[in-house]
């Protein structure tokens, strides 16, 4: 009775945080529900899990067969993103120009379903994959981006961060689960495994953060109650994450979300605030001198030492090299999602080895072969250039592409998170566009807030041109 009471009272105040945060956030477009319906779907469970029927299981047959109700929610939010966007006059010439690195890249993942080994099955993986970018958009034209990209990871977080803790202590069946291989208990709250716990929580917390850090700069403009309130619940919620992530103890969320955080932080300190350009060059030469120190002193092994781990990054190691060698096409791979559903090559993996490379660039090679890994290094390159120039232009949105960037480098050295459906994949995909709205001035605070008094301010890339005219509302 009382984890019921205590379940209901988590959705109550979800109810009562998401009603907060429409009367503040004005000036977006119901529209936002549709991505905001996605990454949650993303962060958590499937549709079907959730509903209690036409679920999956984690086996060769479902992983093929899929689930009707998971197909349907999935098309029915890509229709919908699909609609609005045509209703929003989306120039896709325009966009596809500017964002050419992203579209070949996906355009090879799509020929790739040709030689698959189950064309069909893989050209649905493909178009629900593809659905990403179609979503994303719909945060990308609006009037306000930015806003609208810290409404729906924060509206997310209101919900999943605090139901997973509930989850875990009060639903043990729902929220906790024995590991396979190790038999040992993991929390994984609404996920069904404690790293996409972890990535949950490293998208939703690097957001909310960012949104605490908006709050705190215009809370001048806004009312001094009501904002420190707002301030307070972000604040617990980032406290709740981080408890989360000692809970579920995923090392590579915990990693990102430290740099990340670092990185959001450090941009508030004047000193760098007004050398942003200077961003990525710093960047470089810390990656460069962290492998100098690493050849001199090991010092990659003492901090994956430091953080628990051994230099096999918990048999991830061993997992690569059995990929590695188990024989597909060095050069085209084996098909879009093919590899883990081909019997031929799922025949030659020991039991320990079940449903993903824990490798983003693995995974890419293994679909895609070494075309694949280059036109991924080529959207990777052209996505860090456009990051670099909208350093040089200043503004929060730049600071935080650039943060998402990081973490998307690094989280992919150990978990897949690239055209895997996955709430970082889909959150670099919006730091990757980064603007597709209708072109805006750049405006002081003063003046979004004297045109949205309840709203906090926002501006978009004002040297880029527009893709999407006149957006619905």
């Given at each position: 009775?009382?984890?019921?009471?205590?379940?209901?009272?988590?959705?109550?105040?979800?109810?009562?945080?998401?009603?907060?945060?429409?009367?503040?956030?004005?000036?977006?477009?119901?529209?936002?529900?549709?991505?905001?319906?996605?990454?949650?779907?993303?962060?958590?469970?499937?549709?079907?899990?959730?509903?209690?029927?036409?679920?999956?299981?984690?086996?060769?047959?479902?992983?093929?067969?899929?689930?009707?109700?998971?197909?349907?929610?999935?098309?029915?939010?890509?229709?919908?993103?699909?609609?609005?966007?045509?209703?929003?006059?989306?120039?896709?010439?325009?966009?596809?120009?500017?964002?050419?690195?992203?579209?070949?890249?996906?355009?090879?993942?799509?020929?790739?379903?040709?030689?698959?080994?189950?064309?069909?099955?893989?050209?649905?993986?493909?178009?629900?994959?593809?659905?990403?970018?179609?979503?994303?958009?719909?945060?990308?034209?609006?009037?306000?981006?930015?806003?609208?990209?810290?409404?729906?990871?924060?509206?997310?977080?209101?919900?999943?961060?605090?139901?997973?803790?509930?989850?875990?202590?009060?639903?043990?069946?729902?929220?906790?689960?024995?590991?396979?291989?190790?038999?040992e208990l993991e929390a994984i709250g609404v996920t069904f495994q404690k790293n996409s716990l972890g990535a949950m929580v490293l998208v939703?917390?690097?957001?909310?953060?960012?949104?605490?850090?908006?709050?705190?700069?215009?809370?001048?403009?806004?009312?001094?109650?009501?904002?420190?309130?707002?301030?307070?619940?972000?604040?617990?919620?980032?406290?709740?994450?981080?408890?989360?992530?000692?809970?579920?103890?995923?090392?590579?969320?915990?990693?990102?979300?430290?740099?990340?955080?670092?990185?959001?932080?450090?941009?508030?300190?004047?000193?760098?605030?007004?050398?942003?350009?200077?961003?990525?060059?710093?960047?470089?030469?810390?990656?460069?001198?962290?492998?100098?120190?690493?050849?001199?002193?090991?010092?990659?092994?003492?901090?994956?030492?430091?953080?628990?781990?051994?230099?096999?990054?918990?048999?991830?190691?061993?997992?690569?090299?059995?990929?590695?060698?188990?024989?597909?096409?060095?050069?085209?791979?084996?098909?879009?999602?093919?590899?883990?559903?081909?019997?031929?090559?799922?025949?030659?993996?020991?039991?320990?080895?079940?449903?993903?490379?824990?490798?983003?660039?693995?995974?890419?090679?293994?679909?895609?072969?070494?075309?694949?890994?280059?036109?991924?290094?080529?959207?990777?390159?052209?996505?860090?250039?456009?990051?670099?120039?909208?350093?040089?232009?200043?503004?929060?949105?730049?600071?935080?592409?650039?943060?998402?960037?990081?973490?998307?480098?690094?989280?992919?050295?150990?978990?897949?998170?690239?055209?895997?459906?996955?709430?970082?994949?889909?959150?670099?995909?919006?730091?990757?566009?980064?603007?597709?709205?209708?072109?805006?001035?750049?405006?002081?605070?003063?003046?979004?807030?004297?045109?949205?008094?309840?709203?906090?301010?926002?501006?978009?890339?004002?040297?880029?041109?527009?893709?999407?005219?006149?957006?619905?509302?």
């Amino acid at each position: 009775m009382t984890s019921r009471l205590i379940l209901f009272a988590c959705l109550a105040m979800f109810w009562w945080l998401i009603k907060r945060d429409i009367a503040w956030r004005q000036g977006l477009s119901r529209a936002i529900w549709i991505p905001t319906l996605w990454v949650g779907i993303l962060a958590s469970r499937p549709l079907s899990t959730w509903l209690g029927f036409g679920g999956v299981r984690e086996d060769l047959e479902s992983a093929t067969a899929g689930s009707p109700i998971d197909m349907l929610g999935y098309l029915s939010l890509i229709v919908a993103a699909a609609v609005v966007l045509n209703r929003r006059r989306l120039n896709w010439g325009v966009l596809i120009n500017r964002n050419w690195p992203v579209f070949l890249f996906y355009g090879y993942l799509l020929v790739s379903v040709v030689w698959a080994n189950n064309p069909f099955v893989s050209s649905k993986r493909w178009f629900k994959e593809f659905g990403n970018i179609l979503v994303g958009l719909v945060i990308l034209t609006e009037v306000n981006p930015e806003q609208a990209l810290r409404a729906v990871f924060v509206r997310c977080g209101y919900l999943l961060i605090p139901l997973s803790l509930v989850f875990i202590r009060y639903f043990p069946d729902w929220g906790r689960r024995y590991n396979v291989h190790s038999g040992e208990l993991e929390a994984i709250g609404v996920t069904f495994q404690k790293n996409s716990l972890g990535a949950m929580v490293l998208v939703c917390s690097l957001v909310i953060l960012w949104d605490w850090f908006e709050l705190q700069r215009t809370r001048h403009q806004q009312g001094g109650k009501k904002r420190r309130l707002d301030s307070g619940v972000r604040l617990a919620l980032l406290a709740i994450a981080v408890y989360l992530l000692h809970l579920c103890d995923s090392k590579t969320s915990i990693v990102c979300l430290m740099m990340s955080a670092g990185i959001l932080t450090a941009t508030r300190l004047p000193l760098l605030r007004k050398r942003l350009a200077a961003l990525s060059g710093l960047a470089v030469a810390g990656i460069a001198g962290f492998f100098i120190l690493d050849q001199m002193f090991g010092i990659k092994e003492m901090v994956v030492q430091s953080l628990g781990r051994d230099m096999t990054f918990t048999g991830r190691t061993d997992v690569w090299q059995v990929l590695l060698k188990v024989g597909t096409d060095p050069l085209i791979g084996t098909g879009f999602c093919s590899f883990w559903d081909d019997p031929s090559f799922q025949s030659k993996l020991p039991y320990w080895v079940a449903f993903s490379a824990h490798n983003g660039y693995l995974e890419i090679y293994l679909g895609g072969g070494l075309v694949g890994l280059c036109l991924l290094a080529v959207m990777l390159g052209a996505t860090g250039v456009r990051i670099n120039r909208s350093l040089a232009r200043g503004g929060d949105f730049a600071v935080m592409r650039f943060a998402v960037f990081v973490v998307t480098l690094i989280a992919n050295i150990s978990e897949s998170n690239i055209a895997v459906m996955t709430p970082v994949g889909f959150l670099f995909l919006l730091a990757a566009i980064g603007q597709a709205g209708p072109e805006r001035a750049r405006q002081p605070a003063g003046a979004s807030a004297a045109r949205k008094p309840t709203g906090p301010s926002g501006g978009g890339e004002a040297d880029e041109p527009a893709v999407c005219s006149q957006p619905s509302r």
